[in-house]
């Protein structure tokens, strides 16, 4: 069977997101998939097309992802119609519990279920995506290996 090509993009200042996004990239490979990890900055819309799982990370500013990921699905509209199908997955850093994590989490998804992707939830932890308080600590990074491990399961299931 082929490996689900899980991509694990991210946008990270001062590292918080890059953490999580590493420990995200280790779950998908765990859970057989064949991983990408990279800097948002260097993803155009057109390669988005290549992956059976899309996870992207972003830090909180002002409860919404930083602008580099906006940019990215807006450049999307080229691509429109060809991620239908992909599942994809979010999560976020921020400085205060509740300083609008989910909801930053929340906007990348919805951008997501406009492409037609699959989203999963998760019915225990952090539902909508996880969430990394400053530098992220042990139960972040477990939360975030779950979440890599869950989009490359439920890709290779999408596949066969
Ligand atoms: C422009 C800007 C806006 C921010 N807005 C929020 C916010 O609304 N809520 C919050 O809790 N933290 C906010 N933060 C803090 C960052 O989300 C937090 O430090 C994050 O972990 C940084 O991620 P990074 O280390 O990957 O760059 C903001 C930081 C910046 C620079």
Same mark, same amino acid.
């Given at each position: 069977?082929?490996?689900? @090509?899980?991509? %694990?993009?991210?946008?990270?200042?001062?590292?918080?997101?890059?953490?999580?996004?590493?420990?995200?990239?280790? *779950?998908?490979?765990?859970?057989?998939? #064949? %991983?990408?990890? /990279?800097?948002?900055?260097?993803?155009?819309?057109?390669?988005?097309?290549?992956?059976?799982?899309?996870? =992207?990370?972003?830090?909180?500013?002002?409860?919404?992802?930083?602008?580099?990921?906006?940019?990215?699905?807006?450049?999307?509209?080229?691509?429109?119609?060809?991620? %239908?199908? @992909?599942?994809?997955?979010?999560?976020?850093?921020?400085?205060?519990?509740?300083?609008?994590? #989910?909801?930053?989490?929340?906007?990348?998804?919805?951008? /997501?279920?406009?492409?037609? /992707? =699959? %989203?999963?939830?998760?019915?225990? *932890?952090?539902?909508?995506?996880? =969430?990394?308080?400053?530098?992220?600590?042990?139960?972040?990074? @477990?939360?975030?290996?779950?979440?890599? #491990?869950? =989009?490359?399961?439920?890709?290779? @299931?999408?596949?066969?």
């Amino acid at each position: 069977m082929n490996k689900a @090509k899980i991509l %694990v993009a991210y946008f990270s200042k001062s590292g918080n997101t890059e953490a999580m996004a590493q420990k995200v990239a280790e *779950g998908a490979q765990a859970a057989g998939g #064949e %991983v990408d990890l /990279m800097r948002i900055k260097e993803l155009s819309a057109a390669a988005l097309t290549k992956y059976d799982g899309i996870i =992207i990370g972003t830090p909180t500013y002002y409860g919404l992802p930083a602008a580099g990921i906006k940019n990215l699905f807006d450049e999307s509209v080229q691509i429109h119609r060809r991620l %239908v199908g @992909k599942v994809g997955g979010a999560f976020a850093t921020a400085a205060n519990i509740g300083g609008g994590n #989910e909801t930053a989490v929340l906007a990348i998804l919805q951008a /997501m279920l406009i492409h037609g /992707m =699959i %989203v999963p939830g998760a019915a225990q *932890g952090d539902h909508y995506g996880p =969430i990394g308080i400053n530098k992220p600590d042990e139960r972040a990074l @477990k939360q975030a290996h779950a979440l890599g #491990e869950r =989009i490359a399961t439920l890709a290779a @299931k999408v596949m066969a």
